[in-house]
């Protein structure tokens, strides 16, 4: 395990392979229970607005709960191996799901229209109390990311094969990769379900911004290639090509690949016959 500034515990190239490939990276209990508690009251009072790329540092000044949460040392190496330093804010949000109120939110990715092949932002959820299966925990369908849909498009799909619905203890903190398919679900407790969302956008080239030690462990490799239930018997082969591109940008090795992949289809000859 490796730190940089301040005590940061980057992530290992497993973990951002299986970012890679799943869509989510969850950390689990990671913010302690004191912080919990003030979380409580800091977000019951709302956290004000931030305008849309404000470099995280001027967003949420030195003292501030945000700014702690995000120097915490897991939330903060997280933060730098996907993204890198000091990024900007895009929004951020305060998301309630009331005790026995409402719905489940449809189904959707938090972008209209975002076909970055090559680059991606990421959005902490942190939930400052614990998340039973009752209290409209956020489902999130792994490995969905990579897929091109346009925002709440797939709100008609329900109940996906191996779909995850949230549940953690308090101070957990999830990062999703912005295509990621996700949706609040309803709160069928008697609880008040708080989640504060900030969307990153990098001002950096994201690449090998991990601890990157591990390269070339062969898990790596296990977690790119990992399959995911819902996923149909061709089209979702895709899904493992789209991962291969972002694996090259995030590491600059263009001949990286599983299988010949990408390598079969990028032949084209340009010699003409002799
Ligand atoms: O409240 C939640 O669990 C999810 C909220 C959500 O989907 C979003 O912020 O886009």
């Known amino acids: 395990m490796k730190t940089k500034d301040m005590g940061e515990v980057l992530l290992t190239s497993a973990q951002m392979a299986r970012f890679v490939a799943r869509g989510s990276l969850r950390l689990d209990a990671v913010v302690p229970p004191e912080m919990n508690a003030e979380a409580l009251h800091v977000l019951a009072e709302g956290v004000p607005p931030v305008p849309y790329g404000t470099a995280v540092s001027r967003a949420f000044p030195q003292g501030t709960f945000v700014h702690r949460l995000l120097?915490?040392?897991?939330?903060?190496?997280?933060?730098?191996?996907l993204v890198g330093p000091e990024p900007n804010v895009d929004h951020h949000a305060v998301h309630l799901r009331e005790p026995h109120g409402g719905e489940a939110q449809p189904l959707h990715a938090d972008a209209v229209i975002d076909v970055r092949p090559d680059a991606f932002d990421v959005q902490l959820m942190y939930y400052p109390h614990q998340v039973t299966l009752e209290m409209g925990g956020t489902l999130s369908v792994p490995g969905s990311h990579l897929?091109?849909?346009n925002e709440s498009d797939t709100g008609r799909y329900q109940n996906l094969r191996g779909q995850d619905r949230l549940v953690c203890p308090a101070g957990t903190v999830v990062f999703l990769h912005h295509g990621l398919w996700h949706g609040g679900r309803?709160?069928?407790?008697?609880?008040?379900r708080y989640m504060f969302k900030i969307r990153f956008n990098p001002v950096v080239r994201q690449r090998l911004l991990w601890d990157t030690a591990d390269l070339d462990d062969p898990q790596v490799l296990r977690e790119l290639d990992a399959h995911f239930p819902w996923y149909e018997q061709a089209t979702g082969r895709l899904e493992r090509y789209q991962r291969i591109l972002l694996w090259r940008e995030l590491t600059g090795d263009a001949t990286f690949d599983l299988d010949h992949w990408v390598t079969r289809v990028a032949n084209r000859p340009q010699e003409d016959a002799a």
Do not use: I, K, Y
């Open 71 to 81: 120097e915490l040392p897991q939330v903060a190496g997280a933060l730098r191996s």
């Open 147 to 149: 897929r091109r849909t």
């Open 186 to 192: 309803r709160n069928d407790s008697d609880t008040l």
